[in-house]
């Protein structure tokens, strides 16, 4: 059976197949993981991680909050794009929008980390760092393969209080240190840095075969190119020369590209052909 939900541009990366569907996109993991439906309930995710928050409709003011302080508003669940409709606003100014929520605002090193599951244990870590320069609180690139081994007694707990009896992969959000989104499923667009034992790994886990955690990740940057991006074929063979892999993005709302690099000054170097700006280094700190 293949995995399901995986982009056409994508699937030479995906193999070998499992023996069952496994997904690749959030819908298909709703569909396929009935029992752990619950971990896309945003909203549900913020109250068990004791963060101020309700669904819209009921405001920030009854909770406390000052009207002028910031808050998150976001969709309570969204399996098609998970950040799309996200936004910081006055809680002043909170609508009151059928189907959404707001948080209060978090703060601190935005990271995203994939892991292995094995009987509800995780197995395995694959830790991403977003930049701190953003693009409406999207990172403009992330650093695949961090060291961030603080994160990961509170992603054990988590991970074995709510997805108890799992096998497979999942993603967890962070902002400092606090959830804000969780996947069952990986971040696909990094998969190229976690090197070849990884797929055979994962594949291994979901269909019950023998399972050996893969090697540390690779590591490596993806760096998204929002608004428009020059994509002409000089352009794309500078890129190719300079080892920087440039994936035309139709499927996301304002990105018009995405690179992958293993060194981020020849990435930052084709960012700033492609897209007339500057990118601001900062290893996400």
Same mark, same amino acid.
């Given at each position: 059976?293949?995995?399901?939900?995986?982009?056409?541009?994508?699937?030479?990366?995906?193999?070998?197949?499992?023996?069952?569907?496994?997904?690749?996109?959030?819908? /298909?993991?709703?569909?396929?993981?009935?029992?752990?439906?619950?971990?896309? !309930?945003?909203?549900?995710?913020?109250?068990?991680?004791?963060?101020?928050?309700?669904?819209?409709?009921?405001?920030?003011?009854?909770?406390? @909050? /000052?009207?002028?302080? #910031?808050?998150?508003?976001?969709?309570?669940?969204?399996?098609?794009?998970?950040?799309? !409709?996200?936004?910081?606003?006055?809680?002043?100014?909170?609508?009151?929008?059928?189907?959404?929520?707001?948080?209060?605002?978090?703060?601190?090193?935005?990271?995203?980390? !994939?892991?292995?599951?094995?009987?509800?244990?995780?197995?395995?870590?694959?830790?991403?760092?977003?930049?701190?320069?953003?693009?409406?609180?999207?990172?403009?690139?992330?650093?695949?393969?961090?060291?961030?081994? #603080?994160? #990961?007694?509170?992603?054990?707990?988590?991970?074995?209080?709510?997805?108890?009896?799992?096998?497979?992969?999942?993603?967890?959000?962070?902002?400092?240190?606090?959830? @804000?989104?969780?996947?069952?499923?990986?971040?696909?667009?990094?998969?190229?840095?976690?090197?070849?034992?990884?797929?055979?790994?994962?594949?291994?886990?979901?269909?019950?075969?023998?399972?050996?955690?893969?090697?540390?990740? #690779?590591?490596?940057?993806? @760096?998204?190119?929002?608004?428009?991006?020059?994509?002409?074929?000089?352009?794309?063979?500078?890129?190719?020369?300079?080892?920087?892999?440039?994936?035309?993005?139709?499927?996301?709302?304002?990105?018009?590209?995405?690179?992958?690099?293993? !060194?981020?000054?020849?990435?930052?170097?084709?960012?700033?052909?492609?897209?007339?700006?500057?990118?601001?280094?900062?290893?996400?700190?």
């Amino acid at each position: 059976m293949p995995f399901v939900g995986v982009l056409p541009e994508r699937r030479y990366l995906f193999q070998p197949e499992p023996r069952r569907e496994v997904a690749v996109s959030d819908a /298909a993991a709703w569909r396929l993981n009935p029992r752990y439906r619950d971990v896309y !309930d945003k909203l549900r995710l913020a109250l068990d991680a004791g963060l101020s928050a309700a669904p819209c409709g009921v405001t920030p003011m009854d909770l406390g @909050i /000052a009207p002028g302080d #910031e808050v998150f508003v976001k969709p309570i669940t969204n399996l098609s794009g998970m950040g799309l !409709d996200a936004r910081a606003m006055r809680a002043g100014d909170v609508p009151a929008e059928p189907g959404s929520f707001w948080c209060e605002r978090l703060t601190g090193l935005h990271t995203s980390t !994939d892991c292995l599951v094995q009987e509800g244990v995780v197995r395995w870590f694959a830790h991403t760092r977003a930049s701190a320069e953003k693009d409406a609180a999207r990172p403009i690139y992330w650093e695949i393969g961090a060291s961030l081994p #603080e994160l #990961e007694p509170w992603i054990h707990d988590w991970v074995g209080r709510h997805l108890s009896g799992y096998n497979g992969l999942c993603n967890i959000e962070l902002i400092g240190g606090r959830p @804000i989104e969780v996947h069952l499923r990986g971040s696909n667009g990094f998969f190229d840095f976690y090197g070849p034992d990884f797929l055979p790994a994962w594949v291994a886990l979901a269909d019950g075969a023998p399972f050996t955690p893969p090697s540390a990740p #690779e590591g490596g940057f993806v @760096i998204s190119v929002f608004g428009s991006a020059d994509l002409s074929k000089a352009s794309l063979k500078a890129a190719d020369a300079a080892g920087v892999r440039v994936q035309p993005d139709n499927a996301t709302p304002g990105r018009a590209a995405i690179l992958r690099c293993h !060194d981020l000054e020849a990435g930052a170097q084709v960012y700033e052909r492609l897209s007339g700006g500057t990118l601001e280094r900062d290893g996400g700190d």
